[in-house]
């Protein structure tokens, strides 16, 4: 897969909509009973940015990037300013060998968790533990995969926790911006939808 590790302009977000979504099939009885099927075990986000463009210095940056990903050709880091944040997730367990930990985000409802793998935490922000010591060297987080490696393994039972801030993986789900001229240096957008991507 295609993907450039450039974000999409932040403040374009503002206004936008989206969020995370599945994919359940359901059938219904003639009794009117219902059997869900959820495909998905991960939610897959989905965005519609139209409504972010409000300066033409946002409408240039927005064109300029639709052209430099060819459409729906190339993937990109997307801010998800309603989630973006994690704090004291924890990553696994030291076992004496492990040296590679994956950042996670864990979300919790009702006694049911998700387990989101995080792929493209920003650069900078990522504060690993160790039984709750913050790790200052000897470890090293890899901002196009979210891997975590220590250059020696964690002792057995040690807990693993990070603090971070990510970018979601997404795409242009349209090869074609279409703009409509309302009135003289006014442009309205119908649609310009994102989605994310599996890496």
């Given at each position: 897969?295609?993907?450039?590790?450039?974000?999409?302009?932040?403040?374009?977000?503002?206004?936008?909509?989206?969020?995370?979504?599945?994919?359940?099939s359901i059938v219904v009885t003639d009794g009117g009973y219902e059997k869900r099927n959820a495909r998905w075990q991960q939610a897959r986000a989905r965005y519609n940015v139209a409504h972010g463009v409000k300066t033409r210095t946002q409408l240039d940056a927005l064109i300029a990037f639709f052209r430099a990903r060819k459409g729906r050709a190339y993937g990109f880091r997307f801010k998800d300013w309603s989630d973006f944040q994690a704090t004291g997730q924890a990553l696994g367990t030291g076992d004496g060998t492990r040296t590679q930990f994956q950042l996670v985000k864990t979300y919790s409802s009702g006694g049911v968790a998700e387990t989101r793998p995080i792929r493209k935490p920003v650069a900078g922000t990522v504060k690993l533990y160790?039984?709750?010591?913050?790790q200052t060297s000897?470890?090293?987080?890899?901002?196009?995969?979210?891997?975590?490696?220590?250059?020696?393994?964690?002792?057995?039972?040690?807990?693993?926790?990070?603090?971070?801030?990510?970018?979601?993986?997404?795409?242009?789900?349209?090869?074609?911006?279409?703009?409509?001229?309302?009135?003289?240096?006014?442009?309205?957008?119908?649609?310009?939808?994102?989605?994310?991507?599996?890496?």
């Open positions: 897969m295609s993907f450039a590790e450039i974000r999409f302009p932040d403040d374009i977000f503002y206004g936008s909509s989206g969020g995370p979504g599945y994919s359940t160790v039984n709750g010591a913050l000897g470890v090293s987080v890899a901002a196009s995969t979210g891997l975590v490696t220590f250059t020696s393994p964690p002792a057995s039972g040690a807990r693993i926790s990070a603090d971070f801030e990510f970018d979601v993986p997404v795409r242009f789900d349209t090869d074609t911006l279409s703009a409509s001229l309302d009135a003289y240096g006014v442009h309205s957008w119908l649609d310009i939808p994102l989605v994310e991507v599996r890496v």
